[in-house]
């Protein structure tokens, strides 16, 4: 292929950007703006709305995952209560057989 490479394009740009008098270099600049909103403008703003969704979506999931944590968070607490109340009955419940026990051996 003999594509220009960008160090000559560059250079043929600092070439004319040299040459053209600055009253005439806002115009240039203007052109080039227009050409590149010719060439990429449906390219950028297609991905100026891509990345606006990706955002949203990503927003959307960041409020399910916080959701999500707070109604694991309230079954973990649920089930710590659960488990705390389990383990004071059956220490009760020990407690009671050791007295229990221990007056049968004092009864003997």
Known sequence: MNATSIE????????????????HAPVGDARMEQI?????????????????ALEKRQSEFEQTVLQRLDVVSQRLDALSRDVSADRRS??????RA???LGNRVRGI
């Open 8 to 23: 000559e394009l560059r250079s043929a740009q600092n070439a004319t950007t040299t040459v053209v008098a600055p009253e």
């Open 36 to 52: 590149r909103q010719l060439l990429l403008g449906d390219a950028l703003q297609s991905s100026v709305d891509r990345l606006s």
């Open 90 to 95: 059956a220490f009760d419940e020990l407690a």
């Open 98 to 100: 050791m007295h229990d």
